[in-house]
């Protein structure tokens, strides 16, 4: 994914003829990505409306509406898939409305683009995404670790409304699950934890209504996020001539509850309070098939601890 900016990357990507797509399973291009602002839990999230402790800030957008279209009608003309950050409802608002200004009266939702975090959205924004296919590519974990930091930082109601998978989900909007790691743990568990009972890591519950069945948070992990990349030809479900791309866990996520599945934030009265029991864990991966079958943990240099 390479950031456009300062960075030179697009530009040496265009000479080298490159586009979102070229490569192969293994490594490819992906979209260009920009930024419109910050993050909600550091207040320089773009807001229309003040933080809740400081009637000053609404955030910060990196650039103005401007420039940050400009960049927006290139690359889309160019035919590159984009994918912004954009977290507050203003800066959605900035990368919509490029997004919608970009394309014009020819809609295509086959284009894919995206907006990264697209946390805290309006309903008219979210029809707006739905009319021209623009796909939110969020972080469920976000709710579980920094739930509680959005309370403090905005007050109730906006928290509860973020990160609105349900709507996401009902709208067809092909809403993805990552972990935006290293900013959040890259444990998929805790992810699945929060789309499926929207509890942060101190049991507080912002947007019941906005949860989503186990089999559908498991979709935006796999599904979706295959949808998200333009990769749903290769990947993301168990099907004859699909990547064998495989996760095994050691516990049936089906047959158990939610809170069986956490690690929780690392303190020894978690597992006493679930009767000892350890979490679920990846205890497998294989890799496209053909026998590449290693341990989930040493696959990814990770001990015991990150996956309970």
């Known amino acids: 994914m390479p950031l456009a900016g300062t960075t030179g990357w697009p530009e040496r990507i265009v000479d080298m003829d490159l586009m979102t797509g070229d490569g192969d399973e293994w490594l490819r291009v992906g979209s260009m990505k920009l930024f419109a602002d910050g993050s909600a839990g550091g207040k320089t999230a773009a807001m229309s409306s003040p933080y809740a402790d400081d009637a000053d800030n609404r955030g910060i957008f990196i650039y103005g509406d401007e ?3 400009g960049m927006i009608a290139d690359y889309h003309a160019r035919g590159f898939q984009i994918a912004t ?3 507050g409802d203003a800066a959605i ?4 409305s490029g997004y919608e200004r970009a394309m014009g009266n020819t809609v295509d939702t086959q284009r894919r683009h995206r907006i990264e975090h697209c946390g805290f959205l309006t309903q008219d924004q979210l029809d707006r995404m739905a009319r021209i296919g623009v796909l939110p590519a969020p972080q469920p974990i976000f709710l579980y670790e920094f739930g509680d930091l959005y309370v403090d930082a905005l007050g109730h109601g906006r928290p509860e409304a973020s990160y609105p998978m349900r709507r ?3 709208a067809g909007l092909h809403p993805s699950g990552s972990s935006d790691g290293p900013v959040s743990s890259t444990n998929p568990f805790r992810g699945l934890y929060a789309m499926v009972t929207r509890r942060t890591n101190r049991g507080t519950v ?3 209504d906005e949860a989503l069945t186990l089999e559908e948070a498991i979709g935006a992990y796999t599904v979706n996020s295959a949808y998200g990349s333009f990769e ?3 990947k993301g479900t168990l099907a004859p001539g699909m990547l064998a791309d495989v996760a095994v866990f050691d516990t049936d996520l089906f047959a158990t509850e939610p809170s069986a599945w956490l690690d929780g934030p690392g303190r020894p009265d978690d597992r006493r309070r679930r009767g000892g029991l350890r ?3 990846a205890v497998l991966t294989l890799v496209a098939g053909g026998g590449a079958a290693v341990p989930a943990r040493a696959a990814l ?3 015991d601890d990150d996956f309970g």
């Open 232 to 234: 749903e030809g290769i």
């Open 67 to 69: 420039e940050l279209h």
């Open 93 to 96: 608002e900035q990368v919509l």
């Open 206 to 208: 912002l947007g019941a």
């Open 168 to 170: 996401w989900q009902d």
């Open 279 to 281: 979490p679920a864990r």
């Open 301 to 303: 240099g990770r001990d």
């Open 85 to 87: 950050h954009a977290i």
